[in-house]
């Protein structure tokens, strides 16, 4: 059962895409990192290793990892992203979304591409992982 104050994916993931306020952008990153460190959720991810990426899932993560890529461009490579103050960030998302909407068509060929090697990499990831597993059970025994 769902409370009220509680909201669904779709809202959750629409509130992350649009352009946040400076207080808004706070209040979604204590709640993520209250999330973060929940048992549940450190299970879940643990079992989402271990499963098959699915499209949809590598495609969303290669549009965030394309997008980080333009922000990181815009910025400068000697810069961090995660040092730039809140009100940057906002400006620098306004700019991407800008840039991104004038590329159209290369945006969408180079998520295809990276698509492709979220899937490997996950792959990859879930080897080390099932590797780790056998070792941990077999020094058990």
Do not use: P, W
Not at 11 to 25: D, F, P, Q, W, Y
Not at 46 to 52: F, I, S, T, V
């Amino acid at each position: 059962m769902q409370k009220n104050n509680m909201k669904t994916y779709k809202e959750l993931s629409n509130e992350i895409n649009e352009v946040l306020g400076i207080s808004a952008r706070r209040a979604v990153g204590r709640r993520m990192k209250l999330i973060s460190k929940k048992a549940s959720t450190k299970m879940k991810k643990k079992l989402n290793k271990m499963r098959a990426l699915t499209f949809d899932k590598a495609k969303k993560r290669a549009q965030k990892a394309v997008r980080n890529r333009f922000m990181q461009k815009l910025v400068g490579k000697s810069k961090d992203l995660k040092t730039l103050s809140l009100g940057q960030k906002a400006n620098l998302e306004k700019k991407v979304n800008k840039k991104m909407k004038s590329m159209g068509a290369k945006v969408q060929a180079l998520v295809k591409k990276t698509s492709k090697l979220m899937v490997k990499k996950h792959r990859a990831a879930k080897a080390a992982a099932l590797v780790a597993k056998h070792k941990d059970q077999h020094e058990s025994i």
